[in-house]
């Protein structure tokens, strides 16, 4: 288990959730954010087999780690999780095993080294906080919760979600909204001295 703490462990555990929404045009900025979080595999190929939507390595993670936000059982899934954490290796061979390079599942297991998305997802694995992995109820992106009533990403999606609220309640209900005062003509006359 991690030596680090609950609070060190959710920055962790938000970086996880970041790498989960991450686009391809999005991945300098991610790695200046969190330049040790994951192996330097961002140009690595997928292993044969993976599709075109997933042409490198970390795509390939990603998408195995974004089903498992979707369906949470598969954090518990012993085999899932060994496919999430193995997928995410360096690559760089190990030359006496590996002269022509690394092979991913190989390398997996012998020289295996750990990252921060490794305990992210071991955290986020574990039954008790398995709950913080949820889906923004106003953008849909990925998020780690921080209270088990949490239904947005941030700030800005709930005031987002608030303000449609409100209008929402405005236009079904006209009788709470506050009477408009009628102008009455002003008389125009002669001044009294």
């Known amino acids: ?93 190990i030359p006496f095993l590996e002269p022509e390079g690394p092979s991913p599942g190989f390398i997996s297991l012998i020289g295996f080294s750990e990252f921060p998305y490794h305990q992210a997802v071991v955290y986020l694995a574990s039954p008790r906080e398995r709950w913080r992995a949820k889906f923004c109820s106003a953008c849909g992106k990925r998020f780690v919760a921080g209270a088990s009533k949490q239904k947005y990403c941030g700030d800005i ?21 506050p009477k408009k005062k009628s102008k009455k003509p002003r008389k125009i006359g002669r001044k009294r001295k």
């Open 1 to 93: 288990m991690s030596s680090l703490s609950e609070k060190e462990m959710l920055v962790l555990a938000d970086a996880l959730a970041e790498f989960s929404n991450l686009e391809p045009s999005g991945v300098e900025g991610f790695r200046a954010r969190h330049p040790n979080f994951t192996p330097d595999w961002w140009n690595f190929p997928a292993p044969e087999g993976g599709k075109e939507e997933t042409p490198t390595q970390w795509q390939f993670s990603q998408k195995w780690l974004r089903e498992a936000w979707a369906e949470k059982e598969k954090f518990s899934d012993i085999f899932n999780l060994i496919r999430i954490l193995t997928s995410a290796f360096d690559p760089t061979p």
């Open 157 to 177: 999606c709930a005031q987002e979600r608030h303000k449609q609220a409100k209008l929402r309640s405005y236009h079904r209900h006209p009788e709470w909204r």
